[in-house]
């Protein structure tokens, strides 16, 4: 894609950008052989059914909002919107849903599926009928071969097969029960047992959605849940049941629903505290307060290279807000190592040769603002360190088998109850018509994601080797395992007790910034 002669704005940005170019997307074979299904997992790397090692750059397409269809649509055609990501580079779109559009194609019966919600009586129902056909006439203009009486879920269809053309993997997000805008530890949608949070509909859903994309040959993976995250508006919910071991029991119902339904697909286990630590499975430790530890026997039978890890990252995860555990955001301007250690010990030590216990780890979800020349300007430094360049170098360093920046979205149909809210955050403009920041793409991520895609294509090369700071060590803070890590969770519910509900979620928030 040409990218050798352009500046390369990371730190270490030669080793960077010239591997871009050494190391190439690797041609395949024929074209029909794509996408050499299903995909794999051999220890740290995912593999594709001819051996060879699949690497995954992409981008986050959201689908969870009110209206449960894929934003942008009254902007775009969905073959616009996919030349786009295919422009920067990406093979793999993480699209979202919400379970609640499964629970409206059950309505009225708990056992078998009714017809799904058409596109006009999706938009009617959050913009009321005046509103919601302006919108939909938008929506038909960009996209003449929908109608008003099109099946919701054929949208997302329509953007798997054109994925599909333009050779792009997907991957399917349950981001929330109850649809709407994500995430905080008051939203209902927090846990099991949360207000939307049904397990029975979950499994079901996943279920759903499972059985559906066996029509999409591209559809190489699923997750879980994203972000799970403390019920604060139960507090009882969450000092009996927010813990690891309620995690792993829900987790292997979850993984069984998605393959007993398809079983072609990875399936992608998410950490807690909003997706940001995965400590106890990594480092082998008691997922408290039960004794045991993980293991994939302990998932159904088939699922011995079927389970993927996913963790989330944002920049006052790093910052001394998230109680200083990866360094205040100005120390990265001299070293990156107070990021790397953090990450380490979230759980990306996973992808090192030192690791007994090795799992592909991807980053789902990490994302910066574009709303100004300064935060733009941030993102292209050179020399040294800083946020954004010293992640982009972590996934370098780590050779991170994948990662999906958040989100493709310029804007949103509804947010939080505004209407056609703008995304500051987004890689396109409130429009969807080009890049918000053009220089961020094609000096950072177009590069990145040639690197990251060029380690794929052949047999699994040596791990990095690894020798982690001590604060990555297993068995201390909320990344750690046992008794710590519930010690921390008494402390949290404690301080609630003593702020009240309200300022202790806004509190427990700030170590996590509830983007997405």
Excluded at 7 to 15: E, F, H, K, V
Excluded at 282 to 303: C, E, K, M, N, W
Aim: one cysteine or more; aromatic letters at 10%; charged letters at 15%.
């Amino acid at each position: 894609m040409g990218h050798q002669s352009r500046p390369w704005s990371l730190r270490a940005a030669a080793g960077f950008a010239g591997a871009c170019c050494l190391a190439a997307v690797p041609a395949v074979a024929a074209a029909a052989e794509w996408p050499d299904g299903p995909l794999t997992t051999s220890g740290r790397w995912i593999t594709d059914a001819s051996g060879s090692v699949v690497q995954l750059a992409g981008v986050n397409w959201p689908a969870h909002t009110a209206a449960m269809i894929p934003e942008g649509l009254q902007y775009q055609s969905v073959a616009s919107i996919v030349g786009r990501i295919k422009q920067a580079g990406f093979n793999v779109v993480r699209l979202t849903y919400a379970t609640e559009m499964v629970d409206q194609i059950y309505a009225g019966s708990q056992q078998q599926p009714g017809p799904d919600v058409s596109l006009r009586s999706a938009v009617d129902a959050v913009f009321g009928s005046g509103d919601g056909a302006a919108l939909l006439n938008d929506i038909l203009s960009h996209n003449p071969s929908f109608s008003a009486d099109t099946p919701r879920l054929s949208l997302f269809d329509a953007i798997a097969a054109e994925c599909g053309r333009q050779q792009i993997y997907v991957h399917l997000d349950n981001h929330v029960s109850k649809a709407g805008w994500c995430c905080t530890p008051l939203d209902g949608n927090s846990w099991w047992g949360d207000t939307y949070f049904d397990a029975g509909n979950w499994t079901r859903g996943l279920s759903y959605m499972a059985d559906h994309g066996k029509s999409w040959p591209n559809l190489v993976s699923m997750s879980l849940r994203n972000e799970l995250r403390p019920p604060l508006n139960n507090l009882s919910l969450t000092g009996t049941s927010y813990n690891w071991a309620t995690w792993y029991a829900q987790m292997q119902r979850g993984a069984s629903a998605i393959h007993a339904a398809n079983s072609n697909l990875l399936v992608y286990l998410s950490g807690l505290d909003g997706d940001t630590t995965l400590g106890p499975v990594i480092q082998s430790t008691p997922l408290s307060p039960s004794s045991t530890i993980f293991s994939r026997a302990d998932f159904a039978p088939g699922f011995e290279d079927k389970l993927v890890l996913e963790l989330h990252v944002y920049w006052n995860i790093a910052g001394s807000v998230g109680g200083g555990s990866g360094g205040s955001i100005s120390s990265l301007a001299t070293s990156c190592d107070p990021l790397n250690s953090y990450l380490d010990k979230a759980g990306f030590s996973s992808l090192t040769n030192t690791t007994a216990t090795q799992y592909p780890v991807i980053l789902t979800e990490f994302g910066f603002d574009q709303s100004s020349a300064s935060s733009v300007a941030s993102l292209l430094q050179t020399g040294g360190g800083g946020y954004a360049p010293c992640l982009f170098s972590y996934l370098r360093e780590r050779q991170v088998p994948g990662w999906m920046l958040w989100p493709m979205a310029g804007s949103y149909y509804v947010r939080e109850g505004e209407r056609d809210a703008d995304e500051p955050w987004g890689l396109l403009t409130h429009d969807w018509s080009a890049w918000r920041a053009a220089q961020f793409v094609s000096q950072v991520v177009e590069p990145a994601a040639n690197y990251t895609l060029g380690l794929g294509g052949g047999q699994a090369p040596s791990p990095p080797a690894s020798s982690p700071p001590s604060s990555a060590g297993g068995g201390s803070g909320d990344g750690g395992g046992g008794e710590s890590w519930a010690s921390g969770i008494k402390e949290r519910l404690d301080m609630v007790k003593v702020l009240g509900v309200t300022a202790a979620a806004v509190f427990w928030a700030g170590s996590r910034f509830y983007l997405a």
